[in-house]
């Protein structure tokens, strides 16, 4: 009797922990979907929604041109997908989110009659790049190629991605007009700087009148100082 009521007893907290496990993942995938849907709304606030709000004031002024606003739309839509898109990205494909950037961008750089040269190695997974970093480093180079397509009127633009001894170096290029980013740090800029600290990497710009080049240098172990090569 005795081992019975031992075994009935053992039983029974074994279905009250198996009820409670089951409780505690459904909790965990609830707080998982809240928070994605969380982050998909700051970004189609902070990212879409920002840019039809700057479309709007550009309509009611006549400083812009009609180009000027189809620019900003055509970026609001782009943001728009690489927010969905943020949803899937494989953690540490740096060359994946290569990829879907120049899949989706290559529309709006044919528009703009902007030559695109791809010279991307074989690069390695970066293990501790998760989902979140890699949307940061997904942004990051965004922000660089917006900024060709809207600011330098270029004809060319190069997407390198290397591979070194201890990070992958990462560039935008193009033969644009050039800026001075040590005079003026545009929210844009200032944004890709705060993401590429974000993810342990190193962001420089060097730009001339001639072309400007953006350069991310992404350490391969989590924690290595990265510091932009010579170029």
Do not use: C
Not at 39 to 54: E, N
Not at 152 to 181: C, K, W, Y
Request: net charge negative; hydrophobic share 40%; charged share 20%.
């Amino acid at each position: 009797n005795l081992m019975d009521t031992l075994a009935s007893r053992i039983a029974l907290r074994e279905s009250e922990l198996a009820n409670t496990y089951r409780q505690l993942e459904e909790s965990t995938r609830a707080q998982t979907k809240s928070a994605e849907r969380t982050r998909v709304l700051r970004d189609l606030h902070d990212g879409v929604g920002s840019h039809l709000s700057v479309a709007l004031r550009q309509l009611q002024t006549e400083k812009y041109s009609r180009e000027d606003v189809i620019h900003t739309i055509s970026d609001a839509l782009d943001h728009l997908k690489l927010s969905i898109d943020a949803m899937s990205l494989p953690a540490g494909d740096i060359t994946a989110v290569l990829a879907n950037l120049r899949y989706r961008l290559d529309p709006r750089l044919k528009e703009s009659g902007i030559t695109l040269h791809w010279h991307v190695g074989k690069l390695p997974i970066v293990e501790y790049l998760n989902e979140k970093a890699m949307r940061q480093l997904q942004f990051i180079v965004y922000g660089a190629l917006s900024n060709v397509l809207q600011h330098a009127h270029a004809t060319e633009m190069q997407i390198q991605a290397n591979l070194s001894a201890h990070a992958i170096e990462l560039r935008v290029v193009d033969n644009g007009v050039g800026f001075e980013p040590d005079q003026q740090l545009r929210k844009g800029l200032q944004s890709m700087h705060d993401r590429a600290k974000v993810i342990g990497a190193s962001l420089s710009i060097h730009s001339q009148p001639g072309g400007t080049m953006m350069e991310v240098v992404i350490p391969l172990v989590q924690g290595d100082w990265a510091m932009p090569s010579q170029y």
